[in-house]
């Protein structure tokens, strides 16, 4: 049961950092996100060496990133960071 909440835990921060990534502009801090992902994975397939975690890793990882893509959409905006979705803006 706890590792299910650690799994939980860290594929919901690692989708999220995707999800900040794929939507910023082309700064440096769209690269800290990045690799604060990236960092994420490297220290989760450290602690939990299970073959079928890693694999739940990166397949939760990836569903929290299409849930919140839909989630922030509908909302319009990352409320914590005030985000908005790429091509939002209507000129």
């Not at 706890?2 to 801090?29: Q, R, V």
């Not at 509908?74 to 979705?85: A, F, H, Q, S, T």
Request: hydrophobic share 60%; proline share 3%.
């Amino acid at each position: 049961m706890i590792k299910t909440l650690w799994l939980l835990l860290w594929s919901f921060l690692a989708g999220h950092l995707l999800l900040i990534f794929s939507w910023s502009d082309f700064s440096i801090f769209r690269y800290i996100y990045s690799l604060g992902a990236l960092f994420i994975g490297i220290y989760f397939f450290k602690t939990y060496e299970s073959k079928w975690m890693r694999i739940n890793f990166v397949v939760v990882a990836i569903l929290f990133y299409f849930i919140l893509t839909v989630v922030y959409v509908i909302v319009g905006k990352i409320p914590i960071i005030n985000l908005e979705p790429p091509g939002l803006e209507m000129e």
